[in-house]
Nanobody, 126 residues
Framework: QVQLVESGGGSVQPGGSLRLSCSAS????????IGWFRQAPGKEREGVSC????????YYADSVKGRFTISRDKSKNTVYLQMNSLKPEDTAVYYC???????????????????WGQGTEVTVSS
């Protein structure tokens, strides 16, 4: 059973923080690209961040650079997205995805074509 499960979403005020988790089962994340994406109502899916476990390279969208950090806990087979200084425009359902290989960016767009999780909702309001 190949599965990714996101957790850690919730509701926060602007300026707050959340840490999202992406836990893998059925496979280990060695030599994978793990990406975080988000989709807000009425907007296209947006690639937020990516980690290539083979070489440690990371990618961040300009909209989150300096505020979000992607990391991995190998022992727990889990990738995290630490989100600080949250803004209302960060409100979305956040998904993680993984494929074998490196993070792929084509014309500035993050592409991850493998397994996907179910999403976790982040709301930044008031």
């Amino acid at each position: 059973q190949v599965q990714l499960v996101e957790s850690g979403g919730g509701s926060v005020q602007p300026g707050g923080s959340l840490r999202l988790s992406c836990s893998a089962s059925g496979f280990t994340l060695d030599y994978y690209a793990i990406g975080w994406f988000r989709q807000a109502p009425g907007k296209e899916r947006e690639g937020v961040s990516c980690l290539s476990t083979s070489d440690g390279n990371t990618y961040y969208a300009d909209s989150v650079k300096g505020r979000f950090t992607i990391s991995r806990d190998k022992s727990k087979n889990t990738v995290y997205l630490q989100m600080n200084s949250l803004k209302p425009e960060d409100t979305a359902v956040y998904y993680c995805a993984a494929h074998v290989g490196l993070c792929t960016i084509v014309r500035g767009i993050l592409l991850v074509k493998g397994s996907w999780g179910q999403g976790t909702e982040v709301t930044v309001s008031s």
